[in-house]
């Protein structure tokens, strides 16, 4: 019997982008919880541009987003890519008064929760997957490489 390899982990940031954080511990503890050990998941962080476009022709939607995320694996072992919107995040950030890194960290929560299966079109869905969000992101929001 051969053991499922861990998670494979890719995060890529667009050249204009100024992130300092390295996300890739945080993604760890995140599949940890949700149960998931073998897949892979690419976690892109894209400007406006780039998300709009994503947005539009996937989605049918006009608008920016923070994050759209596409899952070719299956809940248990996700393919998936998690394209993540850095201006929006800053805007979001500002909004809800609190970092950007904090931010960033929820929808990254949010994309692998997506690939678990949690949805957010209806209401009592958005409100089970913004639970589970927020349980994720206080128990594992302080962590980092």
């Known amino acids: 019997m051969t053991l ?30 949700k149960d998931i050990h073998t897949g892979i998941i690419d976690i892109r962080f894209v400007n406006e541009t780039e998300i709009c476009r994503l947005h539009k ?26 394209y993540i919107c850095y201006e929006q995040a800053k805007r979001q950030a500002k909004q ?6 904090k931010e960033l960290k929820r929808l990254i929560i949010h994309g692998i929760l997506h690939c678990c299966g949690y949805d957010d079109i209806k209401e009592e869905d958005r409100e089970r997957m913004e639970n589970e969000q927020e349980k994720l992101l206080e128990k594992l929001g302080d962590i980092s490489d």
Request: aromatic fraction near 10%; hydrophobic fraction near 30%; charge should be negative.
């Open 4 to 33: 499922p390899s861990p998670p494979q982990i890719q995060i890529t940031y667009s050249d204009s982008l100024e992130i300092n954080e390295n996300f890739e511990s945080f993604v760890k503890n995140v599949l940890k919880e």
């Open 57 to 82: 022709e996937y989605l049918g939607q006009e608008s920016v987003t923070d994050i759209v995320t596409f899952n070719l694996g299956d809940q248990e072992s996700p393919m998936a890519d998690l």
């Open 96 to 101: 809800y008064k609190q970092s950007l890194e």
